[in-house]
């Protein structure tokens, strides 16, 4: 019998297990309308595109010394409490995730984790409330606990050794190009999870697979 392609399978939080990001970025987008920073080039798309798989004070910092402009000190306490308060209210877990999550699970002989690029409060606190936590209880892996968070390897270097698991034998799942490189930059494989289906956003990056639905994780393994 062939050994399994896989010994572990690492997941990106937002937008992979949790359909967080379109809160997230509503209140993002309203709170730089407050700073007066949005005009006719920062729309919903852009700010799409310049925060998905980036740390919020890492680009508001960079957005500010473009601007000439310093965040105000108490801009990112403000912002985490309405983000929390919206995820608490609006949060829904990614179509078939808990039935996929279960069975990984189970085939991976417990061998998943979540390395985010976001905070830990924010990742654990995601997975409590829609009922996944306890499928990654003391796998949780944090970018803000890191060296660098993504594009830079390190959360996904740090998943694997946690498992007991060389880099090249786990899977990444991610859903934004910066995630992306930095699974691939860890040594793993990475499969892109795009809803839409066209995987436009890891063009141009060797990720090995992009697929639709989380409930055809599983039977794309076992494949």
């Not at 108490?74 to 279960?102: K, P, Q, S, Y």
């Not at 050794?161 to 930059?185: F, K, N, T, W």
């Amino acid at each position: 019998m062939s050994a399994p392609r896989f010994e572990a399978v690492l997941f990106d939080c937002d937008g992979v297990l949790v359909d967080s990001e379109p809160i997230v970025n509503r209140v993002l987008l309203g709170m730089l309308q407050e700073l007066d920073w949005v005009d006719t080039l920062l729309t919903r798309d852009a700010i799409d595109h310049h925060f998905t798989g980036r740390t919020i004070r890492d680009v508001m910092t960079a957005w500010a010394a473009e601007r000439g402009h310093a965040l105000p000190a108490d801009w990112m306490e403000r912002f985490l409490e309405r983000r929390n308060a919206a995820i608490a209210a609006e949060l829904l877990a990614v179509d078939g995730i808990h039935d996929t999550v279960a069975a990984l699970h189970a085939s991976q002989q417990g061998r998943i984790a979540c390395a985010s690029g976001a905070d830990r409060f924010k990742v654990e606190m995601q997975l409590r409330q829609v009922g996944l936590l306890r499928w990654f209880e003391g796998r949780v892996f944090s970018g803000h606990e890191m060296p660098a968070s993504k594009p830079e390897p390190y959360v996904y270097l740090a998943a694997a050794v946690h498992l007991g698991v060389a880099p090249e034998r786990c899977l990444v799942i991610e859903d934004s190009a910066v995630g992306a490189r930095a699974g691939l930059a860890a040594g793993a494989t990475v499969w892109g999870y795009c809803p839409q289906g066209h995987g436009r956003a890891f063009a141009g990056l060797p990720v090995a697979r992009v697929f639709s639905h989380m409930s055809a994780l599983p039977g794309l393994l076992k494949a």
